[in-house]
Structure formats: structure tokens, C-alpha cells
């Protein structure tokens, strides 16, 4: 079947669709009715289903013979550790841990929080609690204090799970003074914490609070799979609201196995017993559902990787991962091939690599500026596959379907919408945009399964949210376009979009232009406050390595190209060499916070940020363009 079929079959029916997507999963009891209609924009698939996620996940494909199969990869450079685990192996883990929480009273519909770095036990707790019907909350590790704390308080979690550091190049970062900072801020205080000692470094526990990960698994029954209602949360998982108060996005069990088993073939293209990496973090959506949920309940082989695209210990860690495990579909952030091209412009380090494993790769995050897509499709001559979703949505909302059939590819579009989103381009007024014209893109009601259903505890917020803005409809936040073959281009968040002298212009659009540059390695455009034009954009350049021209030139160069790209509509002048650009940990430009900054107004640091110095450095810069002068 074609793409279009199989999009015009959903279309046509709906819930016989995603009831036909629910045959792969393994129920305790079975669907009788796919989505059920709670009022007010709210809903949800099959809830009247018993079924678990960790038997999906482990337990049958050891069932189905297939358990010396290897489930879980893991390579860490930055331990020079590598290790194999086997679907068998990880259900006897599984089993075990999950055991020991029920053992000290961790019962189902009970919450846990799971706050460790990218290492095999970090999922081994994600599986642990669904095994036993707990709901994990699994917040990065590494988060300052006061972060972990506001998510305590939200989750009141029974159980803390955590490790004892983890491994930065160059430095240990102390997860257990934090953990013990947040619980102490919480008002909230968990019953107990496990805590998972690794050997770069061995933390004190606290008498009658905390356990040694092995030791209070010691002689414990093995717990079996507990069935779930349908609608039972799978996990709570944050997002930063703009507010400060994090946004807990939950889950459902059943919507959550179906969506994901569905998009390992139809999107990802890849068979049980295919080998899958995503280059993610356990802290971030894509960690849940594609390191962890999607690839194992499709039977796949995940790879757990520790380490960062460059520096551990060079250019060529993606390549050597890669070749070496065998790698069918890669999934990474454009942020992070920029690293790479940004270091390795030639493309030296691919060449070292036997990647003939590689079928194809995908990237989502950040938008993926055309120029860094060529880059990989010349570097690794393979599909090269934008995509676009959320952490709300949980999977792909608009993308290239490789395993339905491989669509043309568009420089600057994820492709077409998936099954079950039925996308639309809205002006403020909620009308519908004609094609090629920018407007706020919205989903219409009902989302499909595997998407959010709600938020935790705090329903006005998730109307306010997501369903007031487009009555009928789900707000995604970004603005866009739609062309007339139907392809969607994810131009900036609705807040990126500038007003210029009442013109409505796309940072990502000019982003685009001076990407284009070849000494452009990365780049950001904000609209910073102007008295005469309302806004008027500001780009900053981080240069390839090597290069050494005046910065001054560069500037000059891609002032003129906008002006030859966009039109001197776009009344772009400003632009400044930067080393490089603030960002949170799972690779977004933080521009909301340089806006703040070149704007003068007060601003908090974002809980999320990679490296809080890189604020100071965007503050200088902008202040010899005359911004930032508080």
C-alpha cells in the first residue's frame, strides 16, 4: 500500500484503523471499542483493555523463543564500558527490581521517580515499574535541586530511584547531594530512595531512607507482569512550561503500545530483530519512546549510548557505534550533526567506518536546516529523514513513512502528516490558511492513540494549554505551512514568529539563509523589541572550525544573502560571531531566553540549560550590538 492509501484508510475509519494496529500487542483482555469520548476535548483509546507494558516489552519475546535475542546494547565511551543484555537476562533483571520495589510497599497506580544517567538500569527501573503497574516520572539526570523538588512535589513519588553520578567528558556530576538537596526542598518526602552505586563513584546513603540498588534486591520474589486498565498512566514525564511550573504530560498504557509498535515499521522501518539507536537521553520523550517502549515492544535490539557526539573521544563515535552494532535506523538531533560537520566539515571520520548496516537515518529536535540534511546525505548516502512531533505527542505527527514507502524528500519539511493527525494550517481566527501561507498549526480533535491524554492533576491547565486556542482542535505551539502536495514545513514556535513593520516573518526561514553560508556551521534569529519596527531580527553565527576570516565579512555576507533570499521585508542587519549558542541538554536553542537578554527584560535561567556561562558570553555579544544593557 501507498502512502496516501494508507493515510485515506485511517481517514475513513478511524477506530477500525488503530483496533486493526492494536492485533500486534499482546492483551490480557482484548479492545471491544477503540476511542471513547469523555467531553470537553478529552479522550481516550482503549480504555477498557487489561494488558502490561513490560510483558510487551520483555516477557513475550522470551515466551516466543526469541529471548538470547540481545535487547539492550550498551556502549559508553566515557567508561569505556560495552555490554550486551539479553531479552531473557532482562526480564530475570526486570522481574527482580520490580520485586524488591513491591516488596517495600511500591504498589500499582503509585508514582516513582527515576533520576539516573543513560546507563542499561535506567530502563531496567522504567520496565520495573510498569511491570508492576507503578507510574515512573523519570526526570533527567543531573537536574539542579529545585527542579527535582517541584517534580517531587508534583508526583509524589513512593520511591526515588537514582545513581549514584553520572559521567560528563571531563567530569563526574554528583546525582546524590542534588537528589538529597531536592528532598529536603520538597515538601513531599518519598518513602524510600534506591540507589544504583556506580564505581566512578560510590555515594553515602542515608540510614532508613536509602537502599544499595543490589543489596535490596538480594532474596526478593520475582514479580510478575500486573495487568492494567487501558487508560492506566504509563508514566508522567515533564516538560518546562514556559511559567516555570512544569507541565507533567502523562501517558496512557494501551494507546502508548499500540502507536509506538506501529511507527517502528510504518516510520522507522525496521524488522524484530533489527538493531535501532537513538541518540537520545532517558531524561527526554524521545528517551521513553524510542530507547526504551517502541524498540523492545517491537522486538527490536536498542543501544543504550553514553557519551556525546563529539569530544568522546572524537567525530567519529556516532560512525564507530554505528558500524560496529550493526545499526539499521539512527535517530538524532539535528544539534547534534552540527556538532559533528561542524568538527569534521569533509566528512574525514565516516570514511573510517564500514556503515553498509545503515539504511537510514532520522532527525528531530530542533528544525533540520537543509544544509545540515545534505551534509549527511553526501556524508552517509542514505535517506536522511526529518521528522516532527513532541514530547505531548509522543511519536511522529508529520514524517517521512520508510517502511509504508519512501515519499520524496523536501529540504525543510518532515513530510506529510501520520495516521491519526489530521493537521491543519489556522489563522488567529481559526480559519484554515490556503497553502504556502504561514498560519499556527493545529491538530484536529481527537489526537491519536499514544498521545497525551491529559496532564497530571491539573485539567484547566491542559485545556488552557493545548484545546482553548482552536476550539475542535489541538494547539501544537508552532506556526507553519502547508504546500499543495501537502507537505508540512515547521517554520519556528508560534513565539518565534516576528512582526516586522506588520509583516509576520519565520525565524526559521531566514535561520535557513544564513545556515546556507559555508562558514556558517550553526546558527540562531531572534526578533529583539525595535521602537520604530516593533521587532526586528538578530542572527548569531557559530563558525566551522578552521575557519579564520573577518568575522566582520561573514556578517556583511549573510546580511546581503537574507536580503537576496527573504526580501529587504525581512529588515535583517544585524548579525554577530558567537563561539556558541545556549541550549538545553536534549539540543533546542534556547531563543525565548535571548530574546529576554537583548530585550532587557527579567528572564530565569532555564532549568534545562546544557551550560549556564553560554548566557554570559550571548550577553556580550549583544551588548556590542547595543542590546542587553541592563
Known amino acids: 500500500m501507498t502512502y496516501s492509501e494508507v493515510y485515506a484508510q485511517w481517514k475513513s475509519d478511524p477506530e477500525g484503523f488503530w483496533m486493526e494496529a492494536a492485533n500486534a ?103 520495573a515499574c510498569s511491570r508492576i503497574g507503578a507510574v515512573h516520572s523519570v526526570v533527567f539526570g543531573g537536574f539542579a535541586s529545585s527542579e527535582l523538588a517541584v517534580r517531587i512535589d508534583d508526583a509524589t513519588p513512593k520511591a526515588i530511584i537514582a545513581a549514584s553520578c553520572g559521567i560528563e567528558p571531563g567530569r563526574t556530576v554528583h546525582y546524590k547531594p542534588l537528589l538529597d538537596g531536592a528532598i529536603e526542598l520538597a515538601t513531599h518526602k518519598p518513602d524510600f530512595c534506591v540507589i544504583f552505586q556506580r564505581e566512578q563513584e560510590v555515594a553515602e546513603l542515608i540510614e532508613g531512607r536509602d537502599v544499595n540498588w543490589h543489596g535490596f534486591q538480594y532474596g526478593v520474589e520475582p514479580a510478575e507482569c500486573v495487568p492494567v486498565e487501558g487508560n492506566h498512566p504509563s508514566y508522567i514525564l515533564y516538560t518546562s512550561g514556559t511559567t516555570g511550573q512544569p507541565k507533567g504530560v502523562i501517558r496512557h498504557t494501551a494507546g502508548q503500545l499500540v502507536a509506538l509498535n506501529w511507527s517502528m515499521k510504518n516510520i522507522y522501518n525496521v524488522d524484530p530483530g533489527d538493531v535501532f539507536w537513538a541518540a537520545s537521553d532517558v531524561g527526554w520523550v524521545v528517551g521513553h519512546s524510542y530507547i526504551c517502549y517502541g524498540p523492545l515492544i517491537h522486538g527490536n535490539t536498542t543501544v543504550v549510548f553514553e557519551g556525546k557526539p563529539v569530544g568522546t573521544p572524537d567525530a567519529g563515535t556516532f560512525w564507530r557505534v554505528i558500524s560496529e552494532h550493526k545499526v539499521k535506523s539512527f535517530f538524532t538531533a539535528p544539534t547534534a550533526f552540527r556538532a559533528v560537520k561542524r568538527v569534521d566539515p569533509k566528512g574525514e571520520f565516516v570514511g573510517k567506518y564500514d556503515l553498509s548496516c545503515l539504511e537510514q537515518v532520522y532527525l528531530a ?26 514530547t505531548e505527542t509522543g511519536w511522529s505527527i508529520a514524517a517521512n513513512p520508510l517502511g509504508i514507502e519512501e515519499l520524496p524528500v523536501k529540504l525543510g519539511s518532515p513530510a506529510v502528516p501520520m495516521p491519526g493527525y489530521d493537521v491543519q494550517i489556522l489563522n488567529e481566527g481559526g480559519h484554515p490558511m490556503p497553502p504556502g501561507e504561514l498560519g499556527a498549526i493545529a491538530v484536529k480533535l481527537p489526537l491519536p492513540p499514544g498521545t497525551l491524554p491529559n496532564l497530571w492533576n491539573a485539567d484547566d491547565r491542559f485545556k488552557k494549554s493545548y484545546l482553548t486556542t482552536f476550539p475542535g482542535y489541538y494547539e501544537t505551539g508552532d506556526a507553519g505551512m502547508m504546500d499543495v502536495d501537502g507537505y508540512l514545513y515547521i ?31 550553526e546558527c540562531a534569529v531572534i526578533g529583539v523589541a525595535d521602537q520604530l519596527k516593533g521587532q526586528m531580527p538578530l542572527g548569531f553565527l557559530c563558525l566551522n572550525a578552521g575557519c579564520n576570516r573577518p568575522h566582520a565579512d561573514i556578517t556583511a555576507e549573510v546580511v546581503k544573502l537574507v536580503r537576496e533570499k527573504i526580501g529587504p521585508v525581512a529588515a535583517f542587519k544585524l548579525a554577530c560571531v558567537v563561539d556558541r549558542l545556549p541550549k538545553t541538554r536534549s539540543g533546542k536553542i534556547l531563543r525565548a531566553t535571548m530574546v529576554s537578554i537583548a530585550d532587557g527584560t527579567d528572564w530565569k535561567m532555564p532549568a534545562t540549560i546544557d551550560d549556564p556561562v553560554i548566557l554570559d558570553e550571548i550577553t556580550a555579544a549583544l551588548q556590542t550590538l547595543g542590546y542587553a544593557s541592563r
Request: charged share 25%; glycine share 8%; aromatic share 6%.
Open 25 to 127: 500487542i499482546s492483551w490480557d483482555k482484548a479492545p471491544t471499542k477503540a476511542l471513547s469520548d469523555l467531553g470537553g476535548g478529552l479522550y481516550e483509546w482503549f480504555a477498557d483493555t487489561k494488558v502490561n507494558t513490560c510483558y510487551n516489552a520483555v516477557d513475550r519475546h522470551v515466551e516466543a523463543g526469541r529471548g538470547e535475542q540481545t535487547a539492550i546494547i550498551y556502549d559508553s565511551p566515557v567508561t569505556h564500558t560495552k555490554r550486551e543484555i539479553s531479552f531473557v537476562e532482562l526480564r530475570n533483571r526486570v522481574a527482580t527490581l520490580a520485586g524488591a520495589l513491591r516488596a517495600k510497599g511500591v504498589e500499582k497506580g503509585d508514582r516513582v521517580i527515576i533520576y539516573m544517567p543513560m546507563i542499561p538500569e535506567a530502563l531496567e527501573a522504567m520496565l
Open 491 to 521: 517554520m519556528a514556535r508560534t513565539d518565534d514568529v516576528i512582526n516586522v513593520a506588520g509583516h509576520r516573518l519565520s525565524t526559521g526561514a531566514m535561520e535557513e539563509v544564513l545556515a546556507s553560508h559555508p562558514d556558517v556551521a
Open 365 to 390: 529536535g530542533e528544525r533540520a536546516d537543509p544544509d545540515t540534511i545534505v551534509w549527511a546525505q553526501d556524508q552517509l548516502g542514505v535517506p536522511v529523514i526529518d521528522h516532527w512531533w513532541q
